[in-house]
T-cell receptor
């Protein structure tokens, strides 16, 4: 696609529920990142994919968070047993995987855990 | 661990003023430094990327500088306009994953 697409744009869920957030990167971009942005803060790195594999998942806060990218394009961020502290905007970004590293960000998925 | 700090957290200026936003980072072993703009409820728009071998980049009324030795970058906005009102974020690109470490941003308001 022309840009990075993220769905849903807004998600409201109850504490303890399971949530999936989807990212559709720019076609041909091999590198994909997930970030989390809390109110008034800059985005925080969660995980980086190069192709299908998670090259760096050091930013995932705990084992309730998991992400996949099975075919090297669309990625899904999965959050189990959601907690109120998980409420944030989850941003996805992609780039070509080489060169100057200019990331293109999606508009984000705003997650609210009640 | 890379840490990025932006000062001030908020800034309000009258239209037409030139202004400077500051960014500092703790680890000088960066690949690039990138400035973004974020409008309320929106994603991030890349403004300028400065590679580690460069000292500055310019785009229109924007000029970004990089001093790796002192761990600082500045974003200069000339002749500010109300449409420039947004949050400006800087991010240092480092690590094997080339991940961005962001500052908390400077919220800019340009008054007409």
């Amino acid at each position: 696609g022309a840009g990075v697409s993220q769905t849903p744009s807004n998600k409201v869920t109850e504490k303890g529920k399971y949530v999936e957030l989807r990212c559709d990167p720019i076609s041909g971009h091999t590198a994909l990142y997930w970030y989390r942005q809390s109110l008034g803060q800059g985005p925080e790195f969660l995980i980086y994919f190069q192709g299908t594999g998670a090259a760096d998942d050091s930013g995932l806060p705990n084992d309730r968070f998991f992400a996949v990218r099975p075919e090297g394009s669309v990625s899904t961020l999965k959050i189990q047993r959601t907690e109120r502290g998980d409420s944030a905007v989850y941003l996805c970004a992609s780039h070509t995987g080489s060169g100057a590293n200019v990331l293109t960000f999606g508009a984000g998925s705003r997650l609210t855990v009640l | 661990k890379q840490e990025v700090t932006q000062i001030p957290a908020a800034l309000s200026v009258p239209e037409g003023e030139n202004l400077v936003l500051n960014c500092s980072f703790t680890d000088s072993a960066i690949y690039n430094l990138q400035w973004f703009r974020q409008d309320p409820g929106k994603g991030l728009t890349s403004l300028l990327l400065i590679q580690s071998s460069q000292r500055e980049q310019t785009s229109g009324r924007l000029n970004a500088s990089l001093d790796k030795s002192s761990g600082r970058s500045t974003l200069y906005i000339a002749a500010s306009q109300p449409g420039d009102s947004a949050t400006y974020l800087c991010a240092a690109i480092s690590g094997s994953a080339r991940q961005l470490t962001f500052g908390s941003g400077t919220q800019l308001t340009v008054l007409p």
